[in-house]
């Protein structure tokens, strides 16, 4: 019976105690309910559902809408790459910015015309001593001014400024020559420009530099090294040829350079080359054998399948007079087309050009203006003249 008794004892305890534990565990999940219905639904379909909408207590203001979501920056654009200007080719000198010796030796003399109430003997002289230490020549000097002394005395120029205008216009009209300026170029065979000259007035040089204005162009373009006699000579314009991205043709060092020419004209026409540039021999142009070698060059070079329309003579512009004299000589040989002077920047004597074209009848188709490889430019006769005075 006493057993019975503390088996009942312990059951009411144990119920009791269940009670008691079992009430706040309840009360708190009570409490607990309303805070799990305010949290956010599930995402469904990759959006989130709209919370519940519930009624505002009595007498108390519906609570302020909870702010919307900001937006989800992505990674930040790139920003857009800015084209990089083109780099075009070198703005070309003109006359004016390189002449400046020439220019400054005529001008003052002009000046000093214009200073005077008329034109008299001093002044004729002035612009005498002007004309021929520019190099224009003493004949080509004397023809200018006395043309222009004839038309003074017979009242058709009046005043130092008719004289200095005409005197533009007379020399503007000594630059004009049947052959032109333009360079030419064969339409139905290899092209071959000829490049003579002594040495030391920068034919070589002159090669390279034609080589690259000639590419610029779009025309393919293959070098010949027909000076063989003289060391290094290949080696400078192999040198040019890795500049300007052209081909050359070398053949062995003192070797037959017609030769050499002639390989050129072949390569180039089995590769579709537009224009050889053959440099020749520069040693005295008064030795005989040379002369006859240029000329045997010519023979070589404008055989089918190529044909020289062009035979450019180099000449430095600072030896002045002494190149109307290899000018004659190399005139005589091979035919001379045409002139690049070269050096004009340096040079005083510019007024060898109208020398050249006048005495000799020879078009001036390129000068050079500095050291720089785009400093070889087409010859402008106007804006050259108009460089001489301005």
Not at 213 to 220: D, I, L, M, V, Y
Request: glycine share 10%; charged share 25%.
């Amino acid at each position: 019976m006493l057993a019975l008794w503390i088996v009942l004892a312990v059951v009411v305890a144990a119920l009791v105690v269940g009670l008691v534990v079992a009430v706040p565990r309840r009360a708190r999940r009570r409490r607990a309910a309303p805070r799990a219905a305010e949290a956010p639904a599930p995402v469904l379909g990759g959006e989130a559902a709209a919370p519940p909408t519930t009624a505002p207590a009595p007498g108390r203001a519906p609570p302020p809408p909870p702010p919307a979501p900001a937006p989800v920056a992505g990674p930040p654009a790139a920003p857009e790459a800015e084209a990089e200007p083109e780099a075009g080719a070198a703005a070309a000198p003109e006359l004016r910015e390189r002449m400046g010796k020439t220019r400054g030796l005529i001008s003052g003399y002009v000046r000093a015309l214009r200073a005077r109430s008329s034109v008299d003997d001093d002044a004729w002289d002035g612009l005498e001593e002007a004309l021929i230490r520019a190099d224009v020549g003493v004949a080509t000097t004397t023809a200018l001014l006395d043309d222009l002394r004839a038309r003074v005395h017979s009242g058709e120029l009046r005043g130092a400024d008719a004289v200095v205008s005409a005197l533009r216009a007379d020399l503007r009209g000594s630059l004009d020559v049947a052959a032109g300026t333009a360079l030419a170029y064969a339409e139905d065979a290899t092209t071959v420009w000829l490049f003579v000259g002594v040495n030391g007035v920068g034919k070589t040089t002159t090669i390279g530099k034609v080589a690259r204005r000639q590419a610029a162009a779009g025309r393919s373009v293959l070098l010949a090294a027909g000076d063989t006699f003289r060391a290094a000579a290949g080696e400078q314009l192999e040198q040019w040829a890795d500049r300007t991205g052209v081909e050359i043709v070398r053949g062995a060092e003192g070797g037959d350079p017609s030769a050499v020419v002639f390989d050129a004209v072949q390569r180039a026409t089995a590769r579709g080359n537009d224009l050889v540039l053959a440099d020749t021999a520069g040693r005295l142009h008064t030795k005989v054998n040379l002369v006859e070698e240029l000329k045997k060059i010519r023979r070589v070079a404008d055989r089918p399948p190529g044909r020289v329309t062009e035979v450019l003579l180099v000449l430095d512009a600072t030896t002045g007079q002494n190149g109307l004299t290899q000018a004659r000589q190399f005139l005589d040989a091979v035919g001379v087309t045409g002139v690049v002077l070269t050096k004009l920047d340096g040079s005083a004597k510019g007024g060898i050009v109208i020398a050249i074209q006048r005495e000799l009848g020879l078009p001036v188709k390129l000068v050079g203006l500095g050291e720089g490889p785009d400093d070889l430019v087409a010859f402008d006769a106007d804006e050259f003249v108009d460089a001489l005075f301005e």
